[in-house]
């Protein structure tokens, strides 16, 4: 059964490691075969760290989430991507004012 982490390491050298999906409700896994002396290597700089070797090997996956993440940065708001882009909060609030004057505005069908 999977660990805090979400993944399980079985004793024959394989990594199988699970990501939840609480909105799906289904469970995915991915195996990693590695021979004897790999995963010795893994066990060896675990114990070095005083980790285990799947904490060693989860760490290192979120490293690279991270280092994925942030070179391929998601907005979710537009203020967010604006502010990435480099416009300051200031010009952000005058921009949101002027659309919101322009949204009152009464519309006019015939001009």
């Known amino acids: ?29 991915h195996v990693f075969e590695l021979t004897d002396e790999q995963y010795a290597i893994i066990k060896e700089a675990a114990e070095r760290s005083g980790r285990t070797p799947e904490d060693l090997f989860l760490a290192w ?8 993440r942030q070179a391929h940065p998601t907005y979710y708001e537009t203020d967010e991507w604006l502010q990435h882009l480099g416009v300051s909060e200031e010009e952000i609030e005058v921009s949101k004012e002027r659309m919101r004057r322009e949204h009152e505005m009464p519309y006019d069908a015939d001009a």
């Open 61 to 68: 996956a979120q490293e690279e989430e991270t280092r994925y």
């Open 1 to 29: 059964s999977p660990n805090r982490y979400g993944y399980m390491v079985d004793w024959n050298a394989r990594v199988v490691l699970l990501q939840a999906f609480p909105v799906a409700g289904c469970r995915m896994s």
